[in-house]
T-cell receptor, first 116, second 112 residues
Framework: SAVISQKPSRDICQRGTSLTIQCQVD?????MFWYRQQPGQSLTLIAT?????????ESGFVIDKFPISRPNLTFSTLTVSNMSPEDSSIYLCSVPDQGDSYNEQFFGPGTRLTVL | AQKITQTQPGMFVQEKEAVTLDCTYDTSDQSYGLFWYKQPSSGEMIFLIYQGSYDEQNATEGRYSLNFQKARKSANLVISASQLGDSAMYFCAMRELNDMRFGAGTRLTVKP
């Protein structure tokens, strides 16, 4: 199984500022996913990040607001830009199992973001 | 488009009894995977069980089993011999090709 770490684990930020969340995986993976979980809600896919190409964003999410980097096969960052209180959520990165097959997908511990 | 439906916002079960958490899905693809995750109050997502669309046998993992009824497009999670530590949010998810989508979740409370 993949071990995923995220930094920071939590943060409290002022509106209008930006926060970059880091995701580190202990193995090389082709795809990494970023999810948002708003308070009391389910997980919503923000984007898929493939190494060496632009991230693919889901409807309702744009690159200017959530720029993503994927410099190598074990690391990715998600930036939440120009934050507002509505961005207060848990942000999770996720990877499929090492074989990139269907039968497991792992999640990082999440970054709890509060925007004042 | 994918759609995952969990119709039970909250469920209660007595300790040591079994409980079924419902999940239905909608897809036009023939190849997909169904997952259940547990999310305790700490917020981590714990993978419980997986069922592939071509798997004929229902998946089992310890006290967890997945009741897969493909024609009905349902993938219910059965937890046997509930424990107090099973109290958490449970999410059903489906993956087609690359991305995974989640249901709204069911909050399970195990009563002593």
């Amino acid at each position: 199984s993949a071990v995923i770490s995220q930094k920071p684990s939590r943060d409290i930020c002022q509106r209008g500022t930006s926060l970059t969340i880091q995701c580190q995986v202990d193995s090389q993976v082709t795809m990494m996913f970023w999810y948002r979980q708003q308070p009391g809600q389910s997980l919503t896919l923000i984007a898929t990040a493939n190494q060496g190409s632009e991230a693919t964003y889901e409807s309702g999410f744009v690159i200017d607001k959530f720029p993503i980097s994927r410099p190598n096969l074990t690391f990715s960052t998600l930036t939440v830009s120009n934050m507002s209180p509505e961005d207060s959520s848990i942000y999770l990165c996720s990877v499929p199992d090492q074989g990139d097959s269907y039968n497991e997908q792992f999640f990082g511990p999440g970054t709890r973001l509060t925007v004042l | 488009a994918q759609k995952i439906t969990q119709t039970q916002p909250g469920m209660f079960v007595q300790e040591k009894e079994a409980v079924t958490l419902d999940c239905t899905y909608d897809t036009s693809d023939q190849s997909y995977g169904l997952f259940w995750y547990k999310q305790p109050s700490s917020g981590e997502m714990i993978f419980l069980i997986y069922q592939g669309s071509y798997d004929e046998q229902n998946a089992t993992e310890g006290r967890y089993s997945l009741n897969f009824q493909k024609a009905r497009k349902s993938a219910n999670l059965v937890i046997s011999a509930s424990q107090l530590g099973d109290s958490a949010m449970y999410f059903c998810a489906m993956r087609e090709l690359n991305d995974m989508r989640f249901g709204a979740g069911t909050r399970l409370t195990v009563k002593p």
